[in-house]
């Protein structure tokens, strides 16, 4: 394998979601939750993902881990092809793929104390022996900066940032090279926020765990992003370096969803682009580009033809980008 | 500002009971809001501005909650005062509140149309047909396409975004003087925010209104209000223009608070400004300075006697040592 082969190499990954109905429960139509998404992401870096409610971002950070089955594409961990691994030929690949969740009250077992779900995975995994198992769960809180005299208790005792501490030390505890983070600060206040962001690139810079990190907020991508992706109706529209797409975004829906953010910078006089309508359903997208509906520069072929992407960047920094406006074939 | 303000709260507390004792929500606020201005109320959870919020409807849940002292005073009537049946008639016809999840404020086994005419025939006592034009009137405002058809629509058919629509209308429906906006963007998202935030400023300017909107997050204040208190833990910690408020914070909360918002920059950070800790437990709150405990100027003072929130220059904070001196005064 060449150095440069990435830790993970998604190509082509759907997930369709089939809807039923009529008498017989048949299926329907289909949701079309990600849609022929192809990425990559190398050891120990970030790739950022945003995209409003309903893009398929969560759905895709679940499918690449397999906590869903994909529906057809291929999910390669350091080149070995897991999409259609079984359970127990899955179960060392797993170990190396843990996930953070966005809500930290739903995210750990009200009826388990904080030693016995830092505990549960390295007893699935048998890593060392049980008293070593006890040693590993109290240095893990003490990675992210809690305490050892919380070991015996139940996470409703805890506030919304301490759990998500404690979520974070779980994904830690099997020694990861990637973590999927769908939303991993949203439900929690600024101030607090900032405290587990920072947490995160510590973490990151000391273990060198590759982090594929969920969020709509753009700000927060950017923070800890080396490359973002922005997904729009089950696709990714623009990929590229984050210095690239947040100096130069191309995409039109990336545009507007950065002149959305509100500033905390008053009279900072920005000119906003304001999009029309909501989001169509994945159930019927649009022909076409998918964004074409909302889109403000939208040309007659849009409707038509979906765009392929087109690399604006350099080969060593690819920016792409899926739209008709920078496409070759205009 | 010399006019009269429309409401007048003053010395307001909120108190509930719980198992473990009396926890006061709010803690002796007093502000002012003026017609046709919109006033933020920003803090993180559980700092008392929803129900700072709620009280104003009297809609605190009683028991447990109840107003424990003060007044709100609403174009020289004191609300704190009335009875449900008077407040009754304030509630959605001088005062409408929107919420955060449109979901659940709008009954999900009724169509919008029986909603928003429930509310328009209650205050206007107009007729059902004429009830039911002013409601696609309203809608048409506030921007749904085909108002006359989705006014039969149940709550489930429409998306988030349209539902908030509903909810504005219906509180706008009978000409509110004070609009209470709580949360109203946070569950939706980005782009739907954006046409969110411009509705309600241009309703606001067609009716002259005044609103209080209640936020966590500062850009949404920053770009739609004129003036903003900051909440801390059932305090005022500063209350100033926005300008003041954003470009020379004078308490230190306000200013961690400003600092640790992550923004997009030029320059990606390696660490993000935090607060450090977290905010105290109200049944259990330490002698002094709330903030006292997390803030870097903390000093002896801080820890003994609260500080009163006063005014200087041109905001009004609660801190013995605040950030930044007051600039001279320039010789005229």
């Known amino acids: 394998m060449s150095e440069a082969a990435p830790l993970l190499q998604v190509d082509g990954l759907r997930k369709y979601f089939p809807v039923r109905g009529g008498l017989f429960r048949r299926v329907v139509a289909q949701v079309r939750a990600v849609d022929d998404v192809t990425l990559q992401l190398r050891r120990g870096q970030t790739f950022g993902l945003v995209g409003e409610s309903g893009c398929g971002k969560s759905t895709l950070g679940r499918s690449i881990i397999r906590l869903q089955e994909p529906t057809g594409g291929r999910v390669l961990l350091d080149g070995t092809d897991i999409t259609r691994l079984g359970r127990q030929a899955l179960l060392p690949y797993r170990r190396r793929m843990q996930m953070i969740f966005q809500d930290p009250y739903a995210s750990l077992s009200p009826r388990r104390t904080v030693a016995q779900t830092l505990r549960e995975p390295l007893d699935i995994h048998q890593i060392g022996t049980p008293k070593e198992r006890e040693h590993q769960v109290s240095q893990l809180l003490d990675v992210v900066g ?45 101030s607090v926020q900032s405290q587990i962001l920072n947490l995160i690139a510590d973490l990151q810079r000391e273990h060198g765990i590759a982090f594929l990190f969920i969020a709509h907020d753009l700000a927060v991508i950017q923070h800890v992003s080396d490359v973002v992706g922005v997904m729009y109706l089950g696709k990714l529209v623009e990929v590229a370096d984050a210095t690239a797409l947040y100096s130069s975004p191309k995409h039109p829906y990336t545009r507007a969803l950065m002149s959305a953010i509100p500033q905390p910078e008053p009279g900072s006089g920005r000119q906003r682009i304001m999009l029309e309508g909501d989001v169509p359903s994945p159930m019927n997208p649009p022909s076409g580009c998918p964004f074409h509906t ?7 072929k849009c409707a038509e033809l979906t765009p392929q992407f087109t690399n604006l960047g350099s080969e060593r920094s690819p920016h792409a980008v899926s739209c008709h406006l920078y496409g070759h074939d205009s | 500002m010399t006019a009269t303000p429309l409401l007048k709260v003053t010395d307001l507390a909120i108190e509930f009971s719980t198992p473990q004792g009396r926890v006061r929500a709010v803690d002796g606020i007093s502000f002012d809001v003026y017609e046709n201005e919109t006033l933020g109320i920003v803090g993180e959870s559980g700092c008392g501005k ?16 109840r107003i424990a002292a003060g007044s709100i005073e609403l174009a020289g009537r004191n609300l704190a005062k009335l009875d449900e049946a008077a407040m009754r008639e304030v509630r959605g016809g001088e005062i409408s509140m929107i919420f955060q999840e449109p979901m659940t404020a709008l009954n999900p086994v009724f169509t919008v149309a029986s909603q928003m005419t429930d509310v328009i025939i209650r205050h206007k006592g107009l007729t059902r047909a ?21 006014l039969d629509d149940y709550p489930h058919q429409m998306s988030g975004g ?25 569950a939706l998202d980005v782009t739907t925010q954006a046409q969110v935030i411009e509705l309600i400023g241009q309703l606001q300017r067609e009716f002259r209104m005044a609103v209080i909107l209640i936020t966590h997050d500062l850009g949404v204040v920053a770009e739609t209000c004129q003036r903003a208190l900051v909440m801390y833990c059932g305090r005022i910690a500063e209350q100033a223009q926005i300008e003041p408020l954003f470009r020379s914070p004078r308490h230190p ?61 041109q905001s009004a904070f609660a801190c013995y040592h605040p950030i930044g001196h007051q600039p001279a005064e320039p010789v005229a």
């Open chain 2, 162 to 186: 349209m539902r908030q629509r509903v909810m504005i209308a219906m509180a706008l429906a009978c000409g509110p003087k004070l609009l209470v906006a709580d949360e109203p963007t946070t």
């Open chain 1, 294 to 300: 909302r889109c403000p520069d939208a040309m007659a």
């Open chain 2, 130 to 150: 004429q009830a039911r034009r002013e409601a696609i009137d309203m809608l048409g405002k506030v921007g749904i396409p085909a108002p006359a058809r989705r």
């Open chain 2, 50 to 65: 929803t129900v700072t919020g709620l009280s104003l409807l009297g809609l605190i849940p009683s028991p447990p909650g």
């Open chain 1, 146 to 190: 809690m305490s050892a005299r919380v070991l015996n208790r139940y996470p409703h005792e805890f506030s919304g940032g301490q759990r998500q501490r404690i979520g974070i030390a779980r994904a830690l505890s099997l020694k990861p090279d990637l973590i999927v983070a769908d939303e991993p600060v949203s439900a929690l206040d600024v």
């Open chain 2, 253 to 313: 909360y306000t200013h961690g608070l400003l600092d640790s918002i992550p923004r997009i920059r030029d320059q990606r950070l390696t660490q993000l400004p935090t607060i450090a800790g977290r905010v105290p437990d109200l049944l259990n709150l330490p002698p002094g300075c709330r903030f006292a405990d997390r803030c870097t100027r903390a000093q002896e003072d801080c820890r003994t006697a609260e500080p009163e929130l006063t005014q200087a220059g």
